[in-house]
């Protein structure tokens, strides 16, 4: 079966310091990789997909970035953060081919509290 | 582009009354999906719909697809506080590659 990891569960981080958010998925093989930001008590707000390794698409312009290294493994990222980051963000995964082919399974999240 | 909209953004009730959200597109969909989300938790895939006209049921909740797949319900049946949370459709078009979120309807429920 497949399952998505990510990490670091919750975070504290000061203004201007780096961020890295990792996502792995096991189970699959050349999934679609997504990421997404809520902030509290919104919506889902869609920041970058991948349909391949390298490939990253990049939905809101801001100070994150998103890199493929792997197949399977998606890294969330930014140089120096803002108070504006501070979220719940969601890695999720779709599988390219098959019968539940649209179907967005979501890692269980990671809190970002930029202070 | 395309745009999902979901009303409403809240939703109070008492415990055994029912509960509607209700999702429309600004564009044709291929098909459409209902996700669970739980206070503090991910959202959780519900169901998907793809023909025209389509009714699903799961229990006490029923969802249904428009017939010009623009639109679409989730109705809980005599609702538990174990339902409480925030509902969100999603739809896509035919060869996107994403899914384009609604902004939830979150329920609460008054035991």
Redesign the interface.
């Known amino acids: 079966s497949q399952t998505i990891h990510q990490w670091p569960a919750t975070l504290v981080q000061p203004v201007g310091s780096p961020l890295s958010l990792e996502c792995t998925v096991e189970g699959t093989s050349n999934p679609?990789l997504?990421w997404y930001r809520q902030a509290a008590?919104?919506?889902?707000q869609?920041l970058f997909?991948s349909?391949g390794i390298g490939q990253i698409?990049s939905?809101v312009p801001q100070n994150l970035s998103a890199s493929r290294p792997q197949d399977r493994q998606f890294i969330l990222s930014s140089k120096k953060l803002l108070l504006s980051d501070s979220g719940f963000y969601?890695c999720a995964w779709?599988s390219a081919a098959g019968a539940?082919v649209?179907?967005?399974?979501?890692?269980?999240?990671s809190w970002l509290t930029v202070v | 582009g395309q745009q999902v909209m979901q009303i409403p953004q809240y939703q109070h009730v008492q415990e055994g009354e029912d509960f509607t959200t209700y999702c429309n597109s600004s564009t044709t969909l291929s098909n459409i999906q209902w996700y669970k989300q739980r206070p503090g938790g991910h959202p959780v895939f519900l169901i998907q719909l793809v023909k025209s006209g389509e009714v699903k049921k799961q229990k006490r909740l029923t969802f249904q697809f428009g017939e010009a797949k623009k639109n679409s319900s989730l109705h809980i049946t005599a609702t538990q506080t174990t339902d409480v949370g925030t509902y969100f459709c999603a739809g896509s078009i035919q060869g996107a590659q994403k899914l384009v979120f609604g902004q939830g309807t979150r329920l609460t429920i008054n035991p």
């Open positions: 679609n997504y008590g919104r919506g889902l869609l997909y349909v698409s939905e969601l779709r539940a649209n179907t967005i399974y979501f890692g269980e999240g």
